[in-house]
């Protein structure tokens, strides 16, 4: 009885190996919302697998895209508990950290902005680059 557990708990551990091997190179992660912690958390966990090694496309679309702005609203720059970090914070983290940031093409023209008004490291999605992002066979995607 002994021996076919550890046989099965060797088996199993082989088996799991490789499945840790195969995670996902690639991140994209959308954030639409409009609330501070959920957009706090979206950095929070993206920032974790860029500590994994993932490579982290970041897409903010819609009230998300404020985190980009060089004149952002404090909605996005106030510090938040439990470690007082902010969702513009760790966004400038990640990109520091290898990520890629962009916002929706059509966020700036809805505001009636131009680039100019996005924080350094952040940038404009094309639509076709973006599609193919997020349909890679080798990314995961995230939604906040």
Not at 44 to 58: F, Y
Not at 82 to 91: A, E, I, T
Not at 95 to 124: F, Q
């Amino acid at each position: 009885m002994i021996r076919k557990t550890i046989a099965a708990l060797a088996a199993a551990t082989a088996l799991a190996a490789p499945a840790a091997a195969d995670m996902e190179e690639n991140l994209v992660t959308v954030v639409t919302a409009a609330e501070p912690q959920t957009q706090l958390m979206s950095m929070v966990l993206t920032m974790q697998a860029v500590e994994k090694g993932v490579n982290a496309h970041i897409l903010l679309c819609g009230p998300a895209g404020d985190m980009a702005l060089t004149d952002a609203p404090e909605s996005v720059t106030a510090p938040q508990p439990p470690r007082d970090m902010s969702p513009q914070g760790l966004l400038k983290a990640a990109i520091e950290n290898g990520a890629t940031a962009e916002v929706c093409a059509i966020y700036l023209p809805g505001l009636g902005e131009g680039p100019e008004v996005l924080m350094d490291g952040v940038s404009v999605a094309e639509p076709p680059a973006m599609a193919d992002a997020l349909l890679a066979d080798d990314a995961a995607v995230w939604s906040f």
